[in-house]
């Protein structure tokens, strides 16, 4: 059977009866049948069953935004997760487990990048497809086998590129062992497939597809990717020397480039241009509201006033937009993915199951979120580092003397400053930025449940306010997980109607796995990067021109302005700009605010090299043994005695398991982590 010349051995040698689910192909079937490529690929609806395992292969273990049992990635030092146990101290001790998730991420897109390379090799004409279809599908696989390889790269360091023309299964066992190849190969593999893949990709989907890749998703990849080529991690990492093959080829660069960041910021502007020349994605905001209807959707509470901003529309400033819901809205499901301009590359709502074992979805990650009385698991919360790091509504920074200035002092109603806060909240929470209040469920914060219904009893726990203190329904509870153990709840991706008691439901959300936020970040950073008076000519994505990158603060401007001005935030002062140290800082303070819980800081911390830093140290919350009666003093920052926190160098990169180690006698381990001997 022609099929059976593809054995991508080595690494995973792979079986041809790999596991399948009821909503995507099942390959066994195709050989019970006796089923040749030639029939497989030239039937549309075997075809694209083909294609669909592989899409199936991001679930699970490879999800970009999930809860803790499937993508622990997504808390940093800024999120936690309080199951009962010592679970999370494992993940951030080292001491992985299966249990903690991530394990199947290799295995997973191995298996992805197997079924994309057969289609790749044997899809050229089909009777039931186009032409143009047929160049599409072939896009789409090229762009899922060039994605699982960035995921493995983030996740596990250089990894093994196996041929894309597919293994000769005759050869022996030790001949389809396959070394790791070095970061740079690596890169270079999956930039020019995503080139090829943007070739041949369409430019929009329509609602039906809308998870499919676009040709803008595959320029925005290959500049993620380019990006962290160049950061601190994979360029001129000399602390990595020892992370090599069998045979002593160092696989991380030794030597710094600074022209790296000149290709990475190349490549976001590569995108930039396209976005604008297309029309396709832009920063998504919701005009300014004057009137509501309901609580849960509030009129527009306008930023403090500015003499620059408050009076020019977006993006300029703020006078036209609800900096608030511009960002809530984004994650809660208020905007279905078709209809946000923002999102670039998504699996919608991470499906339900899908025949894995486990529950992935957004739903899921949510009903971690909730409040126990509103049928959630309570146990996702903000650390203090977090909720510190969200500036005042005017940009100035929270600083720790507010602890002082707001002790024992609560909202009523004479004193709010910020009217998303009902009474009884303490101040140090009052008159924040609007990204606060879209992502903090903090002491006191309303929870809406509107789909609750009257006639189950949910009629007084919709528009209701949660508290953490001790000896509250969601409060501290000994011998269980189900209480916010910072004190700090998480409201982003919470939508007004979520409710899962009382005959409500969680609505269906967007994950948010690429956005138009992240490529505007990430050409400003790269900039910044490259030094005073320094010029590079480097080409476009297509070879159609050539850009002029260097320290341009204008351009930088470009990419930063914006995200500011979405969120109701002045734009940075000119001696920020200026200096290339303080813009790092604010680009770090940035991303960690635009991006809470969405794993992009997990990877940030590593890839700029200062997660020592930031996760080596311990967590801190609210005093939650404290009950209503001693409130003032749920407010003074504790250490969290349940979630211990450190950090060693092998925590850079993800161990590959012993089961693989033991398959391929020239895959070469992480540093740090034990080999299998």
Same mark, same amino acid.
């Not at 679930?59 to 010592?86: A, I, K, M, R």
């Given at each position: ?315 300029? /400033?703020? $006078?036209?937009?609800? =900096? ?6 984004? %994650? #809660? &499901?208020? +905007?279905?993915? *078709? ?88 101040? /140090?929470? $009052?008159?924040?930025? =609007? ?6 469920? %903090? #002491? &006191?914060? +309303?929870?809406? *449940? ?228």
């Amino acid at each position: 059977m022609k099929i059976s010349k593809y054995i991508l051995g080595g690494v995973v040698m792979l079986g041809l009866g790999l596991t399948s689910c009821s909503d995507y192909l099942n390959v066994d079937r195709f050989f019970r049948d006796q089923q040749t490529t030639e029939r497989i690929f030239s039937d549309k609806d075997y075809t694209l069953r083909w294609l669909s395992f592989c899409y199936s292969r991001l679930h699970g273990d490879n999800l970009d935004v999930g809860h803790s049992e499937v993508c622990p990635f997504n808390f940093s030092d800024d999120h936690v997760f309080s199951e009962y146990g010592d679970r999370f101290s494992k993940f951030k001790r080292g001491e992985y487990l299966n249990s903690l998730g991530g394990h199947n991420a290799w295995t997973f897109s191995y298996e992805g990048i197997y079924q994309a390379s057969i289609l790749l090799n044997e899809l050229h004409e089909n009777n039931d497809l186009t032409p143009e279809e047929v160049t599409d599908v072939r896009g789409q696989a090229r762009f899922l086998r060039a994605y699982f390889y960035w995921m493995l790269l983030r996740k596990f360091g250089p990894v093994p590129i196996l041929p894309p023309e597919g293994a000769d299964y005759t050869k022996s066992y030790d001949e389809l062992s396959y070394p790791r190849n070095t970061y740079e190969e690596c890169v270079e593999f999956i930039t020019s497939e995503l080139e090829i893949a943007a070739t041949e990709l369409f430019e929009k989907r329509d609602n039906m597809n809308i998870a499919r890749p676009t040709k803008g998703a595959a320029l925005a990849v290959r500049a993620k990717v380019f990006l962290y080529a160049a950061s601190p991690l994979a360029n001129g990492n000399t602390e990595m020397a020892d992370f090599t093959n069998m045979d002593g080829k160092k696989l991380i660069p030794q030597e710094y480039k600074e022209e790296k960041w000149a290709i990475a910021a190349a490549a976001a502007k590569d995108m930039i241009d396209y976005a604008e020349a297309t029309g396709l994605y832009k920063l998504y905001t919701f005009e300014k509201r004057s009137v509501s209807m309901d609580e849960a959707y509030p009129p527009t509470i306008e930023p403090p006033y500015h003499k620059e901003y408050s009076n020019l529309p977006f993006p300029n /400033g703020w $006078a036209n937009i609800d =900096p608030f819901e511009s960002y809530r809205s984004i %994650f #809660n &499901g208020d +905007v279905y993915a *078709a209809e946000n301009p923002e999102l670039i590359f998504s699996r919608i709502a991470n499906g339900k199951n899908n025949g894995l074992g486990s529950d992935f979805s957004m739903v899921s990650l949510v009903k971690h979120q909730l409040p126990k009385t509103l049928g959630g698991y309570n146990c996702h919360g903000v650390t203090l580092k977090q909720c510190e790091a969200y500036d005042m509504a005017d940009g100035r920074p929270f600083d720790k003397k507010y602890y002082e200035e707001y002790y024992g002092k609560y909202t009523d109603d004479s004193n709010h400053k910020y009217d998303h806060l009902r009474n009884d909240v303490w101040l /140090g929470y $009052a008159d924040r930025e =609007p990204r606060f209040y879209a992502s903090v469920a %903090f #002491n &006191g914060a +309303v929870w809406h *449940a509107l789909s609750a219904r009257d006639e189950n009893g949910g009629k007084e726990h919709r528009n209701k306010q949660v508290w953490y203190y001790r000896g509250e329904d969601n409060g501290r509870v000994n011998g269980t997980d189900q209480w916010c153990i910072t004190g700090l709840g998480v409201m982003k991706y919470v939508n007004p109607n979520d409710a899962d008691r009382y005959g409500g439901t969680i609505y269906q959300k967007t994950e948010p796995a690429l956005r138009y936020a992240d490529i505007l970040l990430m050409y400003a950073e790269a900039l910044n990067n490259i030094s005073e008076g320094t010029h590079y000519v480097v080409s476009k994505w297509d070879g159609s021109g050539t850009y002029d990158i260097y320290r341009d603060k204008e351009q930088m401007r470009r990419g930063v302005k914006p995200i500011r001005m979405r969120a109701g935030m002045p734009d940075y002062d000119e001696d920020v700009y200026a200096d290339p140290k303080k813009f790092f800082e604010r680009i770090v303070h940035e991303r960690q605010i635009e991006f809470f819980a969405e794993t992009q800081r997990y990877y940030d911390l590593r890839r700029w090299k200062i997660v020592e830093e930031h996760e080596g140290e311990q967590i801190y919350g609210c005093n939650t043994l404290m009950d209503k009666a001693n409130r003032d003093m749920f407010y003074v920052p504790v250490r969290v005695s349940d979630l211990q926190s450190s950090f060693s160098r092998k925590q850079y990169f993800w161990p590959v398991s012993y089961d693989e180690l033991k398959r391929n006698k020239n895959l070469s381990q992480a540093p740090g982590w034990q080999y299998y001997d």
